[in-house]
């Protein structure tokens, strides 16, 4: 009995460390431009795609905006979307600007508009 409890701590131990050695602590990223001291150099230009623009693929995540900035944007101040805060571009990507200053083509502006229309008048 003391045996099987032996193997079974010893195979849990011996996974453990298998586990921890694949959380990449000290992996680098390669191709990415460093500094002389070996920490990623944030103010080197942006990688380029095959056709000379530059590659921003990748994730990219905004920070979560402040909570009188969110309640301008939900108008029951309720946002339901878990346990983070969003950022106020998951509710509305065009946050930063006034209403009906926003850059969009007319044909859109006008599909806004009556779609907005058709929600208020519910």
């Not at 849990?12 to 921890?20: E, I, K, Q, W």
């Not at 083509?105 to 779609?115: E, G, I, T």
Request: charged share 20%; proline share 10%; net charge neutral.
């Amino acid at each position: 009995m003391w045996i099987r409890n032996a193997t079974i701590t010893a195979t849990l131990v011996v996974l453990t460390a298998v586990g921890a050695q694949a959380q990449w602590v000290n992996y680098q990223t390669p191709g990415l431009p460093r500094t002389s001291d070996g920490k990623p150099n944030l103010a080197a230009p942006a990688p380029r795609a095959h056709d000379g623009k530059p590659d921003l693929s990748g994730v990219w995540q905004a920070e979560g905006a402040p909570i009188p900035e969110l309640l301008k944007l939900l108008p029951s101040g309720e946002n339901g979307l878990g346990e983070d805060i969003p950022a106020k571009y998951f509710i509305n990507i065009l946050a930063d600007y006034e209403r009906g200053q926003e850059p969009l083509r007319p044909d859109v502006k006008a599909a806004a508009a009556s779609a907005a229309c058709r929600a208020a008048c519910r």
